[in-house]
């Protein structure tokens, strides 16, 4: 079954520095999502991205965060500066169609710890 | 503020039984209606879908929505030990955006 990839698993950061986080989505999607996690909390939306461009983002999504798509496979999401409050699951997502008709593929998240 | 609501547990259940999970919504305009399981640091996994009022079932899992009454549920028929996890109830926020609750955690007792 088709998988949606996540590096690292696990990353830990001093508070202050870049970090990015790589994704590969299913090879046929077109839509593609970040979502995060902090620990005991709700899933939250940062971003979606469609046509190599953002469609959506969230309050969260603030000018510390960019995405990109740099080649046909990767989705890649960036924290410029970070903090300690930015310590989550990272999951990326994607689908076919645009995401809320039938749900995402989550990848297997990247565990951001920030100290 | 778009709200998901969901009792957030643990529910304990019977190996066998019937288990109950509920979610309630602010959005009046939501279209898509999502269940997802997640094991303890796993990401989460969609387990059912639903879009119109009524019932779905696919093998085990029955999901119920009820728009009038803002209302989703998943019914979980013969639990398994397997079945124990954080279940989570998304609602569509817009085209793109989902709006998660909390989850209920269900702990299945053999």
């Known amino acids: 079954e088709p998988e949606v990839t996540q590096t690292p698993s696990h990353q830990v950061t001093q508070m202050g520095q870049e970090v990015i986080l790589r994704c590969v989505p299913i090879s046929n999607h077109l839509y593609f999502y970040w979502y995060r996690q902090i620990l005991g909390q709700k899933v939250e939306f940062l971003v979606s991205?469609?046509?190599?461009?953002?469609?959506?983002k969230s309050e969260i999504f603030d000018d510390q965060f960019s995405v990109e798509r740099p080649d046909g496979s990767n989705f890649t999401l960036k924290i410029r500066s970070t903090k300690l409050e930015d310590s989550a699951m990272y999951f990326c997502?994607?689908?076919?169609?645009?995401?809320?008709?039938?749900?995402?593929?989550f990848g297997s998240g990247t565990r951001l710890t920030v100290v | 503020q778009k709200e998901v609501e969901q009792n957030s547990g643990p529910l304990s259940v019977p190996e066998g039984a019937i288990a109950s999970l509920n979610c309630t919504y602010s959005d009046r305009v939501s279209q898509s209606f999502f269940w997802y399981r997640q094991y303890s640091g796993k990401s989460p996994e969609l387990i059912m879908s639903i879009y119109s009022n009524g019932d779905k079932e696919d093998g085990r899992f029955t999901a119920q929505l009820n728009k009038a009454s803002q209302y989703v549920s998943l019914l979980i028929r013969d639990s398994q030990p397997s079945d124990s996890a954080t279940y989570l109830c998304?609602?569509?926020?817009?085209?793109?955006?989902?709006?998660w609750g909390a989850g209920t955690k269900l702990i299945i007792k053999p």
């Open positions: 991205f469609y046509n190599n461009e953002i469609s959506e």
């Open positions: 997502a994607s689908s076919e169609t645009e995401g809320t008709n039938y749900g995402y593929t």
């Open positions: 998304a609602v569509s926020g817009s085209n793109y955006q989902l709006i």
